[in-house]
């Protein structure tokens, strides 16, 4: 199993990214996925989540209405898109697979996000 | 999202034993399974107990979790230099905005 997130970046405040996990070593389409971050000097906050057809998904207060979880199980590949993005979304975005409850057990290396002017 | 609460620190010295507590609430914990995780700056996080109280085959048998109401434990027995490390619950969420959530995460020093 391998996960591998790109498309971090500096970008300035107000502006947008997109992030992307490659899956590898699984049947990917069975997985739910998730999107988990870590602020520096901080924890790990929980981000996006989503099904593994893709038709639901879940987000923290702190990104809901600026960040969107999508997939493309063709593709073996999970998105976040970030818009409008603030100086505390500066971090190392991981993606993991699985339900948080039930353990999220494969996760990526991660990918860092810097936002700032 | 709510909020689960840890420690923010602990230690003790090798071949002792450390608890580390998970506090939530009755819309996270008291309804769900809870996870944990060992984490290093640098490295992904590694899940050490899935569904509340079972360890992944990599994980040692000195770490094991429960749950009681709306607490998680996570107990780590002969404590080894090696434990030195962050450590985050992790479960879902089903209040007004579900989702997962993560505790604060706890410093264990090994002295």
Request: aromatic share 12%.
């Given at each position: 199993v391998q996960l591998v997130e790109s498309g971090g970046g500096l970008v300035q405040p107000g502006g947008s990214l997109r992030l992307a996990c490659v899956a590898s070593g699984?049947?990917?389409?069975?997985y739910e996925m998730n999107w988990v971050r870590q602020v520096p000097g901080k924890g790990l906050e929980w981000v996006s989540y989503i099904r593994s057809a893709g038709d639901k998904t879940y987000s923290a207060d702190s990104v809901k209405g600026r960040f969107t979880v999508s997939r493309d199980n063709a593709k073996n590949s999970l998105f976040l898109e970030m818009d409008?993005?603030?100086?505390?979304?500066t971090g190392l975005y991981y993606c993991a697979r699985g339900d948080i409850a039930y353990g999220l057990k494969y996760w990526g290396r991660g990918t860092l996000v810097t936002v700032a002017s | 999202q709510s909020v689960l609460t840890q420690p923010p620190s602990m230690s003790a010295a090798p071949g002792q034993k450390v608890t580390i507590s998970c506090s939530g609430s009755p819309s996270n914990i008291g309804k769900n399974l809870v996870s944990w995780y060992q984490h290093l700056p640098g490295t992904a996080p590694k899940l050490l107990?899935?569904?509340?109280n079972k360890r992944p085959?990599?994980?040692?048998?000195?770490f094991s979790g429960s749950k009681s109401g709306t607490s998680a434990t996570l107990d780590i027995t002969d404590?080894?230099?090696?434990?030195e490390a962050d450590y985050y619950c992790g479960t879902w969420d089903n209040g007004l905005s579900p989702g997962g959530i993560f505790g604060g995460g706890t410093k264990l020093t090994v002295l």
């Open positions: 699984f049947t990917f389409s069975d409008s993005l603030r100086a505390e979304d | 107990i899935y569904e509340t085959s990599a994980t040692p048998d000195r404590l080894q230099p090696g434990d």
